[in-house]
């Protein structure tokens, strides 16, 4: 039997409704309007802060006579920075001298990103593994890092690991021309010689080409259904290019650069600083630990079932990894390793503490000698939104395209 | 998907606007000066009602700046801010260091959140325009140059390729790439932003050279394991007058942290001694009277201080000789050096101060 007050409501309803109007509401009981009213008075009130915040910086500035020009990024920086990646000298401009440490920034953290996901996920699949040696070696590794301050860690690298190698006098020579001291790491490098340009172009042409003839030949196979050979060809092409380039160089496109000692210090080779060395592994070991976790939650979040069913029709181990088991973990995966990345590339800013000059030790040293901190600190962080927007802006992209498609 | 970006975006665009239209509206044609706004700050009285006087000096440098076994500030530079403390309230413990690193100390000086600099600050024309303003010197110094014994370098003829650790932020950092400009040599610079970070790496072998001060690294070499092992090279490259300096904006303050220095510099000269101020009270002696504020106004209606402020100041930490001998006379406590140019003008040093009168 239906509840009296059904049909009383049925009643009512069909004769007279009980909302009749809207005149019969007053404004300030109106939904749609305090919700407009609300929307005003927040974006007001939010607006009005951030203002007041900024008149109050630029008077609080003036009054102390801080000046907020960037006119002095013209003026030369009359600093020196330590084993300067491009050209560099005291002489040149304050912009010259943060470009440095933006390429510097750049490049610890551009390495350390690329490091890091490859150990990373070595490691999570250590962790993974049914070998119980392998999996302890991995979760001792992984707490260890992730437990630390990074800032401890990298003392240790620099000034422990670092710390215990030879002075310059009594360097390691290692087999090959290899010398360790305290000065850093020393290897021979092949460096182009004159005609190693030319080499450097067919090469380069080469490797487009026989790249353009793979996909070709890959997407006729597709179409035709008949083989194309597609792998022999394009190698082939790389062959012959890089045959051709060796012989229009002479036959040596390279020398060898083998580091010698003169006077104070090696000099020529491939240097590796400790300074370098010890930022960007302690850096990418410890974003390894998370981003091994990271990888391991998302393999663990892929259904079991999925797993065995691929056992089930015959797949063997790797390819139920690179088939069956990434492209579902990647979806959980990529969001969190995002922040990793950002993490990553802002950590590197600790870098001032063991002498490696990034953009923001190039930053502090500005600030003291031109002394302009607003601006520099300004700088500073529009540098790193900027590296941190573009860096998700990409893997975003990717992101999406990894996502499930909904049809 | 741009929607998802907006609010990023927007706020990107709006920081970037504010600081375009910061560097356009401030800076019509190329680099004119800044309009000079003249400061109003109020320290003294801040200090007053603070009961204390803040202090930027460290605890990282034997000598100038450093903790003793009770973790209780002490150095040539905090003895300083302690004679101020002692003139404005009579109690040279009313202090308060705030330790700084090289790259802090200007900013916390342009934003007043100190009430006296004294870290062995080098006084220059710019940090005088931009910083705040600076009083008298009190430690005539130069940059040399360190080295390890077994280097095999003697001189800076050898010092083509050379590794040099210097820390950033200083003065020294700009001389040195004069230095080596000037006499066409190449270096590798291995730059800290911690003192200790950069003698713990030319200790342990990192750089060939390291530079500074010279005071700075007789202080250093001191605190050595084996100091013998290393020799500070003869030669001076740069002027290093190291200066108290006060925020920019209240004069009163200025003149009383000037006064101070001025009071234990004149002291030395009259023989005014920490131990015998009191008895130097009825001395014949015109000077010494006016010095201890028994005869005559030597400022102090008009800065708002006691007749004795400066005998109080004496008091609490000896004339300058006195504290210069403390921490690095022949018997110092924390390493000797010689007082070179810093002796008083009276025995043929730099040390000079206005008459107290």
């Not at chain 1, 070595?122 to 993974?128: K, M, N």
Request: some cysteine; aromatic content about 12%; overall charge negative.
């Amino acid at each position: 039997m239906p509840h009296p007050f059904y049909k009383w409501k049925q009643v009512m309803t069909n004769n007279q409704p009980l909302i009749s109007s809207k005149a019969n509401i007053p404004f300030y009981r109106d939904e749609r309007v305090l919700k407009i009213f609300a929307q005003i008075l927040s974006v007001v009130l939010v607006a009005g802060i951030l203002i007041w915040a900024i008149i109050n910086f630029f008077k609080a500035a003036d009054a102390r006579n801080m000046t907020l020009t960037f006119g002095f990024l013209k003026e030369s920086a009359g600093f020196p920075i330590s084993n300067p990646p491009i050209d560099y000298a005291p002489v040149m401009s304050f912009s010259r001298a943060f470009l440095v440490g933006l390429v510097n920034t750049l490049l610890v953290s551009g390495l350390g990103i690329i490091f890091a996901t490859i150990f990373g996920t070595l490691i999570a699949l250590a962790r993974l593994s049914s070998n119980w040696l392998l999996s302890r070696i991995a979760l001792v590794f992984i707490e260890f890092h992730r437990n630390i301050p990074l800032l401890v860690l990298l003392f240790i690298w620099y000034f422990v690991v670092f710390g215990m190698a030879p002075q310059v006098k009594e360097s390691l020579k290692w087999p090959g021309p290899i010398f360790v001291n305290k000065r850093g790491i020393y290897i021979a490098w092949p460096r182009l010689t004159e005609t190693g340009g030319i080499f450097m172009i067919l090469v380069a042409i080469g490797f487009l080409v026989s790249f353009i003839v793979f996909i070709m030949l890959r997407k006729r196979r597709k179409i035709t259904g008949k083989d194309t050979y597609y792998l022999p060809a394009s190698l082939g092409l790389l062959i012959i290019f890089f045959l051709f380039g060796l012989l229009l160089s002479g036959g040596t496109p390279f020398q060898m650069d083998i580091p010698y000692f003169e006077g104070n210090n090696f000099r020529g080779g491939m240097r590796l600083t400790p300074e370098f060395a010890g930022m960007f592994l302690s850096l990418s070991l410890y974003t390894a630990a998370f981003i091994a976790e990271v990888v391991r939650g998302g393999i663990q979040a892929v259904d079991k079932g999925q797993i065995e069913a691929a056992r089930a029709v015959g797949l063997s181990q790797i390819q139920v990894l690179s088939f069956v088991i990434m492209p579902q973990a990647l979806r959980i995966i990529i969001p969190p390793m995002i922040s990793q990345y950002l993490n990553l590339t802002k950590n590197s800013s600790l870098a001032l503490a063991i002498g490696f000059q990034e953009v923001f030790a190039v930053g502090k040293i500005a600030i003291n000698q031109a002394g302009r901190a607003v601006p520099v600190f300004a700088l500073i962080m529009l540098t790193y939104l900027s590296l941190s927007l573009l860096t998700s802006f990409i893997l975003n992209i990717y992101n999406r395209r990894i996502q499930f498609v909904i049809r | 998907m741009y929607r998802k970006y907006f609010p990023v975006l927007a706020i990107f665009i709006v920081l970037a606007l504010v600081l375009t239209a910061c560097g356009s509206t401030e800076q019509p044609a190329g680099d004119e000066p800044a309009e000079a706004v003249s400061v109003e700050e109020d320290i003294l009285g801040r200090v007053l009602d603070r009961g204390k006087v803040v202090c930027g000096g460290r605890t990282d440098l034997a000598g100038f700046g450093m903790l003793d076994e009770n973790g209780r500030n002490l150095g040539f530079d905090i003895d300083f801010c302690r004679a101020v403390a002692a003139a404005v309230f009579g109690d040279p413990e009313a202090v308060e260091v705030v330790p700084l690193t090289a790259a802090d100390r200007g900013p916390v000086l342009q934003t007043a959140e100190v009430d006296i600099l004294s870290r062995n600050v080098t006084w220059t024309s710019s940090r005088d325009a931009q910083w705040g303003n600076f009083t008298n010197v009190m430690f005539y110094d130069g940059q040399g140059f360190m080295i390890r014994k077994d280097s095999g370098i003697t001189s800076t003829d050898e010092f083509d390729g050379a590794t040099v650790c210097v820390t950033s932020g200083t003065t020294t950092e700009q001389n040195l790439s004069d230095f080596f400009r000037q006499n066409g040599m190449e270096y590798e610079a291995v730059i800290f932003e911690e003192t200790a970070a950069v003698y713990n790496a030319y200790e342990d072998g990192r750089c060939d050279v390291t530079t500074s001060d010279k005071s700075q690294l007789a202080s250093v070499r001191s605190g050595f394991a084996n100091p013998d092992d290393h020799i500070i090279l003869d030669i001076t490259i740069s002027k290093e007058p190291l200066t108290p300096a006060v925020p920019h904006g209240d004069d009163t303050w200025f003149d009383i942290v000037k006064i101070v220095s001025f009071a234990l510099i004149n002291a030395e000269e009259l023989g005014v001694t920490q131990a015998n101020v009191e008895e130097m009270k009825s001395s014949d002696n015109i000077n010494v009277l006016r010095l201890l504020g028994e005869e005559g106004d030597w400022g102090y209606t008009d800065l708002g201080l006691d007749p004795d402020a400066l005998a109080n100041a004496i008091s609490a930490v000896g004339n300058y000789g006195e504290v210069y001998d403390r921490y690095m006379g022949p018997n110092g406590i924390s390493f000797t050096l010689p007082r070179g140019p810093n002796y008083n003008w009276y025995d043929g040093g730099l040390i000079y101060a206005p008459p107290i009168k």
